[in-house]
């Protein structure tokens, strides 16, 4: 069964506050509801400290939590420290019964960085990669075998696993047992990737879906002008399904083909002052159910 989800950074967005800033989590949940939406991920405005009182707002408007974002920083913190970090953070998703932990690799990268251009990306040294597989390994292991949470690795712009290539390298040297992926069409078009080739070869080690639309013009100036990744938001490079320039219908041919399970969440951050949040995700929503058949 398929869960159609969202991510609450169209409402505000976390590593850049001020888009947003002034969005309630109330207003946010009960947007998301209204639209249609079953689950969500987690934001910096919710309550992730008091439990019971984030179910009971999510409860009352009919939606649960299906993932949270998980900053791994293996490259730069002992192992230990990740480790407990990432405990803390499965007991947390645990309680809300979600099935998927996702996250990247933050701490070599450059994506929360405004003002550094996307093409200073350096490919991560061999003591990075070492770190990064056999660190997912194991927190993957403890995460399935002792929680039954799938752990979902999300490719990223701007982080060490952005292309086919390093996509291929992540999921080549880790257990697939423990590691699955955390698929995301915008990302792999944004890195310069087939966003329908990607899934069609990843889909069977996917557990985890973000689908969101790329605005190619916005692609290519990002490009020509040497941009950041959050510049790129800021002027509008994502947009929910059906509203920018991927082959939506091609994707969701594929998932639908395929033995799929599990969320299908739309993550389409943009400024909610130029794209009214919850306009946006009303729209999404109708084209996943209406033209997509979700």
């Given at each position: 069964m398929i869960k159609l989800g969202i991510a609450p950074i169209g409402w505000t967005n976390d590593d850049m506050p001020e888009l947003g800033g002034e969005i309630t989590f109330e207003q946010c949940i009960s947007e998301m509801a209204l639209a249609g939406y079953a689950g969500c991920e987690v934001?910096?405005?919710?309550?992730?400290?008091?439990?019971?009182?984030?179910?009971?707002?999510?409860?009352?408007?009919?939606?649960?939590?299906?993932?949270?974002?998980?900053?791994?920083?293996?490259?730069?913190?002992?192992?230990?420290?990740?480790?407990?970090?990432?405990?803390?953070?499965?007991?947390?998703?645990?309680?809300?019964?979600?099935?998927?932990?996702?996250?990247?690799?933050?701490?070599?990268?450059?994506?929360?960085?405004?003002?550094?251009?996307?093409?200073?990306?350096?490919?991560?040294?061999?003591?990075?990669w070492k770190k990064l597989t056999s660190g997912l390994n194991e927190l993957g292991r403890i995460s399935l075998e002792e929680y039954g949470i799938k752990l979902a690795?999300?490719?990223?712009?701007?982080?060490m696993v952005e292309t086919q290539s390093e996509a291929d390298r992540l999921l080549?040297?880790?257990?697939?047992?423990?590691?699955?992926?955390n698929y995301d069409c915008g990302h792999f078009y944004f890195a310069g990737e087939d966003p329908v080739a990607m899934l069609q070869k990843y889909i069977s080690r996917t557990s985890h879906i973000h689908f969101k639309d790329v605005r190619h013009s916005v692609r290519e100036r990002v490009r020509k002008d040497d941009l950041s990744f959050l510049k790129a938001v800021k002027l509008g490079i994502y947009t929910v399904p059906g509203d920018g320039d991927l082959d939506m219908h091609a994707l969701a041919d594929i998932v639908h083909?395929?033995?799929y399970e599990g969320w299908l969440v739309v993550e389409a951050e943009q400024d909610p002052s130029v794209a009214n949040p919850y306009e946006y995700s009303k729209k999404g929503y109708e084209f996943l159910t209406n033209q997509l058949k979700f």
């Open positions: 934001g910096t405005k919710y309550p992730v400290h008091d439990k019971q009182l984030l179910k009971h707002m999510l409860d009352i408007r009919g939606i649960t939590i299906c993932n949270q974002w998980f900053s791994y920083e293996f490259s730069t913190k002992p192992f230990q420290e990740v480790k407990e970090n990432f405990i803390n953070h499965i007991d947390f998703l645990n309680y809300f019964n979600a099935k998927v932990v996702g996250g990247a690799e933050c701490g070599n990268t450059l994506h929360g960085q405004y003002h550094t251009p996307l093409s200073y990306r350096k490919e991560a040294s061999k003591e990075d690795y999300h490719h990223h712009m701007a982080t080549n040297e880790t257990d697939d047992k423990y590691v699955t992926l083909k395929s033995n």
